[in-house]
């Protein structure tokens, strides 16, 4: 049965088209064990959906689905799909899992050969819809607050970032930070406001994707 992602909304979506694979020598071939052409990964709803295409196969036994949190320390694996062994035209592969989007994931995919060895794919990023536009600031406790605020956001890609600070009639009071450059994922800013008069001000967030804003108050 074909499946329809027409009404489904797509997430994000990441595609390599280079090689990504190092080339693994296998001493009966002496060439690569698997070259892999392209890698892509789709958020729609809470399904996760990895796909890839290989251009040549040797001694491949399959593939880990290797998952993990951004703020987790190590990979685990969850899942594999079996290689063909032996396909000088390669094939193509996917993978799908239910999972709630509720924080940014990444995924690869780890390349075992027949023997034991493995190479491991560069990793996607996915970020759930609702916290690809998020931003706040708050405190341990709330906001307001009186000394120590944190700015919290997700970038939904690399880029340059700057985050500062207005009062009510749009003077800017503190600059948190200036074209910064940042990582794709979730990111927390700790800045201080003691140099702030009590009042209410607006927190600005500036990408390349737009300005998103904030209000804080401090007491």
């Known amino acids: 049965m074909k499946t329809s992602y027409k009404n489904s909304h797509i997430i994000l979506l990441l595609i390599f088209l280079i090689p ?3 080339k693994a020598e296998v001493p009966e071939e002496g060439n690569a064990a698997v ?3 392209q890698f892509s990964a789709v958020w729609i709803d809470n399904i996760i959906a990895l796909s890839w295409n290989t ?10 689905i290797e998952r993990r949190g951004q703020f987790d320390i190590r990979w685990s694996t969850v ?6 062994g032996r396909d000088l035209n390669g094939r193509a592969y996917s993978y799908t899992e239910h999972l709630v989007p509720d924080k940014v994931m990444m995924y690869r995919i780890r390349q075992v050969t027949n023997d034991g060895r493995s190479l491991v794919s560069p990793a996607l990023t996915l970020v759930p ?4 536009n998020s931003f706040c600031v708050r ?3 709330s906001n307001p607050f009186r000394s120590w605020a944190n700015a919290e956001f997700v970038l939904a890609r690399e880029g340059r970032v700057s985050l500062k600070v207005y009062d009510i009639h749009g003077n800017q009071k503190l600059c948190i930070a200036d074209n910064a450059e940042l990582a794709a994922g979730h990111h927390v800013i700790p800045f201080g406001s003691q140099k702030l008069p009590q009042g209410t001000y607006t927190v ?3 990408t390349a994707d737009g300005i998103r804003s904030s209000m804080m108050m401090r007491l």
Do not use: C, P
């Open 20 to 22: 990504l694979l190092a």
């Open 35 to 37: 070259e892999l052409s």
């Open 55 to 64: 251009t040549v196969e040797r001694n491949n036994l399959g593939f880990e």
């Open 79 to 84: 899942g594999f799909v079996r290689g063909s």
């Open 129 to 132: 819809n609702g916290l690809s």
């Open 139 to 141: 405190t341990a406790n």
């Open 204 to 206: 600005r967030l500036i």
